[in-house]
């Protein structure tokens, strides 16, 4: 049986992700890392802009960096666990 997933286990280089973040964007996640939060990837549609996806410190609630540094905990759409 072949191993077809291409995510792996490995985390990206630290602050590698940011590089999609815009400065609101990375003000706000500075901010956000204090209280436990942290940018865990960053989904890339084609023709889309990239969307920012941050976890809380305890894994249980996520939320959308938006482009304007908002933060969005009700994006419309789920993460698989």
């Known amino acids: 049986m072949t191993d077809n997933e291409r995510r792996k286990d490995a985390p990206p280089p630290p602050r590698a ?3 999609d973040l815009n400065q609101d964007q990375v003000a706000t996640l ?11 990837f960053v989904r890339r549609k084609l023709f889309q802009p990239p969307v920012a996806v941050i976890f809380d ?6 939320a959308v960096l938006e482009a304007d540094g908002s933060l969005n905990e009700n994006p419309g759409f789920e993460i698989r666990g």
């Open 17 to 19: 992700l940011e590089r």
């Open 30 to 40: 500075r901010s956000l890392e204090a209280f436990g939060w942290e940018l865990k």
């Open 57 to 62: 410190g305890d894994r249980k609630k996520f």
